[in-house]
T-cell receptor
Framework: DAGITQSPRHKVTETGTPVTLRCHQTENHRYMYWYRQDPGHGLRLIHY???????DKGEVSDGYSVSRSKTEDFLLTLESATSSQTSVYFC???????????FGSGTRLTVV | AQSVTQLDSQVPVFEEAPVELRCNYS??????LFWYVQYPNQGLQLLLKYLSGSTLVKGINGFEAEFNKSQTSFHLRKPSVHISDTAEYFCAVNNQAGTALIFGKGTTLSVSS
């Protein structure tokens, strides 16, 4: 999607290893979000950020941490990957909550 | 707490037929409501949104939705669907703090000829 990129697009990792997913935006938007998408669950919020160094937890934050040291980058880290974290991860950005979100293309993560 | 219920997990329809995808929400605060579409192997795209004012909102690709406060619903409609409308559709509402969106579990719309 224009203005937001996620990397990597696909990743396979082993149980117990740390993994970092990156979300990069060029829109200078204040808000950034990490969701995971799983069949039958829709999208569930992991963490979000409302500014540099300002982050908060979502409904499924256990086992995940985030960092935002620059406006344009929002990193999601799985501290010790587990098979239950196999999922598709989406980053989203928003300038104002009335605008809704712009989503990235997603990262498909498989933990084996 | 806010929540969103999409009443149908799958909706099969024939091409050129009308369709309605149902969404109910619960909220104790003023709501912003959204519908997103996700085509296979892609991210989500905004279809339309309700913030305030007119309860009938029009979006892209011929979709529209009606906000009904008394029934706490925000159903998505299209009078005549195309094969290309085959996708997953998500309804979303802002959380109580207004800091993030809560999504429903999605409705898969399958359009066949």
């Amino acid at each position: 999607d224009a203005g937001i990129t996620q990397s990597p697009r696909h990743k396979v990792t082993e149980t117990g290893t740390p993994v970092t997913l990156r979300c990069h935006q060029t829109e200078n938007h204040r808000y950034m979000y990490w969701y995971r998408q799983d069949p039958g669950h829709g999208l569930r919020l992991i963490h979000y950020s409302y500014g540099v160094k300002d982050t908060d937890k979502g409904e499924v934050s256990d086992g995940y941490s985030v960092s935002r040291s620059k406006t344009e980058d929002f990193l999601l880290t799985l501290e010790s990957a587990t098979s239950s974290q196999t999922s598709v991860y989406f980053c989203a950005i928003s300038g104002h909550r009335e605008d809704g979100y712009t989503f990235g293309s997603g990262t498909r993560l498989t933990v084996v | 707490a806010q929540s969103v219920t999409q009443l149908d997990s799958q909706v099969p329809v024939f091409e050129e037929a009308p369709v309605e995808l149902r969404c109910n929400y619960s909220s104790s605060v003023s709501v912003y409501l959204f519908w997103y579409v996700q085509y296979p192997n892609q991210g989500l795209q905004l279809l339309l949104k309700y913030l305030s004012g007119s309860t009938l909102v029009k979006g892209i690709n011929g979709f529209e939705a009606e906000f009904n406060k008394s029934q706490t619903s925000f159903h998505l409609r299209k009078p005549s669907v195309h094969i290309s409308d085959t996708a997953e559709y998500f309804c979303a509402v802002n959380n109580q703090a207004g800091t993030a969106l809560i999504f429903g579990k999605g409705t898969t719309l399958s359009v066949s000829s």
